[in-house]
C-alpha cells in the first residue's frame, strides 16, 4: 500500500515537472527540492487546503501572499501557487545570510517555510547565546542539527506562542529526506547573491518576473 501510495504521488506531481523546473532555474532552488515540498504539503493535490487555511500545492497562506499581490484565487492555480511557493522558499534562504553553509542554510529556509521565521530566528538566537556560555565548538549554532533543538526550549517564544517544534523538525527532515539533493547540487543552488524585490514576485499585476543577480 505503501509502495501505491507513493508512486501515486510521483505521478501527480509528475504533471507540474515544467513549471517546477521553470522556477527552480528562476530562483535557483533545486527541483528535487520542489517536488519533495509539494508532496510534504499537498501530496500533489491543487486544491488542497489545511485546516489552518494554507492552500494548493505548496500550502501557502493567503495572508502570506497577500502583500506580493496574490489572492486566494490565485493559490488555487498551479502556475502561481508553485511559482509563489518557490519565491518565498529562496527568499527565506537569502534571510539567513548569517548561515555561511548554503546546505544547512537550506535546511533553515525550509523550517521557516514550514513554521515562520520568527520562531528560527529565535532558536538561532537561543543557540548562538548557548554557544556562547559553553565550550562547545564555534559555528554549532549555525547547523541545523544543534540549533533545532533550541526549537524545544519554552524561551523559543514569538509574541507569546510556542512553535509546533515537532512538526517543524519533521517537515525539514522529509524534504531533505526525499528530495535526496547531493550537496553539490545544493552548493550549486546559492550561485551568486540574489535580492529579490516586491516586483521579482509573481503577482498578478506585476507583468513579468525580474530578479537582479549580484
Not at 75 to 102: M, T, W
Request: proline share 6%; aromatic share 12%.
Amino acid at each position: 500500500m505503501g509502495d501505491r501510495c507513493f508512486f501515486y504521488a510521483r505521478c501527480k506531481i509528475k504533471k507540474y515537472d515544467d513549471l517546477i523546473k521553470k522556477y527552480s532555474l528562476l530562483y535557483r532552488v533545486p527541483a528535487p527540492l520542489i517536488k519533495a515540498m509539494v508532496r510534504k504539503e499537498s501530496n500533489g493535490d491543487p486544491d488542497a487546503e489545511s485546516s489552518a487555511g494554507a492552500i494548493g500545492l505548496m500550502q501557502i497562506l493567503p495572508r502570506t501572499a497577500n502583500p506580493w499581490l496574490l489572492s486566494k484565487a490565485d493559490l488555487y492555480e498551479p502556475a502561481k501557487n508553485i511559482g509563489f511557493g518557490v519565491f518565498y522558499v529562496r527568499l527565506q534562504f537569502n534571510h539567513f545570510s548569517e548561515i555561511p553553509d548554503p546546505v544547512e542554510r537550506w535546511k533553515f529556509a525550509l523550517a521557516s517555510y514550514n513554521g515562520g521565521r520568527g520562531y528560527v530566528n529565535r532558536a538561532l538566537q537561543l543557540a548562538r547565546k548557548f554557544e556562547d556560555r559553553t565550550i562547545d565548538q564555534a559555528g554549532d549554532w549555525q547547523v541545523w542539527t544543534f540549533a533545532k533543538e533550541f526549537l524545544k526550549r519554552k524561551q523559543c517564544t514569538v509574541f507569546g506562542r510556542r512553535p509546533d517544534w515537532r512538526q517543524i523538525v519533521d517537515y525539514v527532515y522529509t524534504v531533505i529526506t526525499w528530495s535526496n539533493v547531493a550537496a553539490d547540487t545544493l552548493l550549486l543552488a546559492e550561485g551568486p547573491k540574489m535580492e529579490l524585490r516586491l516586483e521579482d514576485s509573481p503577482g498578478p499585476r506585476r507583468g513579468g518576473i525580474r530578479c537582479r543577480n549580484k
